[in-house]
């Protein structure tokens, strides 16, 4: 339903053509009348279907208005002379059937009342769709004012790395009056009479002066504008228009009450973080590496999921595989070998309640891509564990309620990429058997590994 009243408010343009065709045939008509012989007949035809047309285009034209967000004080003068002339066309149609209260009235007053409804119902359209000035926009079209505005909304670009030596105006304060303002405060159209699209606009000030207060930061026009309640008219941006956020306005009110600078950075003024996180870029960390490998080769895939392993893709058109030993509690080194011919595509295994042992980690070490490992309730004791320093991409490694020897920790030193190991065990506390650097102590949980093991599951995903 949304979507066609969408529709029908987006037809108004190309709809009202029809209406005022058929008025200027109509008038076409009435005009040299006494060429034809039926010409009342016909006119009165004619302006039955301007009365249905025009109907219509009300309609369209209302639900343009609902659907689009226009100002009511933008429209409403077009719509209610786009009423006018359809009553003044029902007015002719009734003239025209004769013998009615309407016949006191000079039949000349229906077209000309027409036509001078439909210029001026036409005119102030045209004002809404192409900006109050496009009679005389060409004529201005040479002046470079006029050129700058078609540069795109500006964009932030700040991330946690480079926020510092980033100008506060230019790289936060004009993408967001940009994104919110500047549709109506341009060079085409003023309204108000401000400009916001560069520094040197703002400071000029609207047809009331500044809008920026040196003296009393906190009485400029421009913040006292944001900060009326939503339902004054003077709130701005405009009810019907997307609002500013929390975030923005904070900033906004930040930028002027340090003075409203345009050169100086988020750096050199000191920002609070707070006030800026909101506009920092995310910087995406992958979990799993972009490898740009092949499809895997179904039917390997379907053989080795017969066995009984649970294989699965990481997530959707990467070609990573997952594979899980669940199921069954004998899988053993052996059987890990026959997994090499995915050797490329596996990125996470978990072995735990398998039967593997140490000698596992001969074998794990020869799947280059391998992210996540998990060995829990496993036979390892972690000898040859440090052959695993030859996986680059390795972040997680699980070993909880293993026989694990807490010597064999001190391997993960050598490991490139290593985030997190899981070593928890019920009835012993390794951090008490061995001792190891800061850096290894702050990857390796000791404590209960179960909620961390819940949470990294998501994230994998
Ligand atoms: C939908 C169009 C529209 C948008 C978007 C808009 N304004 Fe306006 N603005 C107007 C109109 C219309 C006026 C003149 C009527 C009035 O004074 O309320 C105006 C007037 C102003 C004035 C007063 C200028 C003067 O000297 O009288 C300020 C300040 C202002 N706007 C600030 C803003 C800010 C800041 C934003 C963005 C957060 C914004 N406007 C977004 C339409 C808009």
């Known amino acids: 339903m949304q979507y066609f009243l969408d529709f029908m408010g987006r037809l108004h343009p190309l709809i009202v053509h029809l209406p005022i065709g058929f008025i200027l045939l109509a008038l076409l008509l009435e005009f040299s ?8 007949k016909v006119v009165r035809f004619i302006m039955l279907w301007v009365i249905l047309s025009g109907s219509f285009s009300l309609l369209s034209g209302y639900l343009q208005y609902t659907q689009e967000g226009y100002l009511w004080k933008t429209v409403e003068r077009h719509f209610y002379l786009g009423i006018i002339t359809l009553l003044l066309s029902l007015g002719f ?5 004769n013998r009615t209260f309407l016949n006191r009235i000079p039949r000349i007053f229906f077209p000309i009342s027409l ?15 192409h900006g109050e000035d496009h009679l005389t926009a060409p004529l201005k079209a040479f002046s470079s004012d006029f050129l700058e505005d078609k540069s795109k909304a500006k964009e932030f670009s700040l991330n946690e790395r480079n926020f510092k030596e980033q100008p506060l105006y230019s790289a936060v304060v004009a993408p967001i009056l940009s994104k919110k303002c500047v549709s109506c405060h341009n060079t085409k159209r003023t309204k108000g009479g401000l400009q916001m699209h560069s520094f040197e606009a703002i400071l000029k000030g609207g047809k009331n002066g500044a809008v920026v207060n040196f003296d009393n930061p906190e009485l400029s026009e421009l913040l006292v504008r944001i900060h009326l309640p939503e339902t004054e008219k003077k709130h701005m941006p405009p009810k019907s228009k997307k609002q500013l956020t929390k975030a923005e306005i904070r900033l906004i009110n930040y930028w002027i009450e340090v003075g409203a600078p345009e050169k100086q950075t988020l750096g050199q003024l000191g920002i609070k973080r707070e006030l800026i996180a909101p506009f920092l870029k995310k910087e995406e960390v992958k979990f799993y590496p972009d ?11 379907q053989s080795i999921a017969s066995k009984g392993l649970i294989i699965s893709p990481v997530k959707r058109g990467a070609n990573l595989l997952t594979i899980s030993t669940l199921n069954l ?8 070998e026959e997994l090499l011919v995915i050797q490329k595509h596996l990125v996470s295994i978990d072995l735990s309640y398998s039967a593997v042992d140490d000698s596992v980690f001969e074998v794990l070490s020869q799947f280059p891509n391998l992210v996540q ?6 036979q390892i004791t972690g000898k040859d564990l440090h052959l695993l320093s030859r996986l680059v991409y390795l972040k997680k490694l699980y070993m909880v309620e293993t026989a694990l020897n807490g010597e064999t920790l001190s391997a993960l030193q050598e490991f490139p990429s290593i985030e997190q190991v899981f070593v928890f065990q019920p009835d012993r506390n390794i951090i008490e058997e061995v001792e190891l650097s800061p850096d290894l102590q702050a990857i390796i949980e000791f404590g209960d590994a179960l909620l961390p093991l819940l949470t990294n599951e998501k994230e994998s995903d």
């Open 33 to 40: 009348k006494n060429k034809f012989k039926e010409a009342d």
């Open 93 to 97: 149609f009734i003239f025209l059937r």
């Open 115 to 129: 036509l001078v409804s439909i210029i001026i119902t036409g005119h102030l359209g045209g004002n809404i769709t």
């Open 291 to 301: 490898l740009g490998l092949d499809t895997p080769d179904p039917e390997i895939i």
């Open 329 to 336: 509690p004998e899988f053993n080194t052996t059987q890990l």
């Open 373 to 378: 490992i998990k060995l829990n309730q496993t």
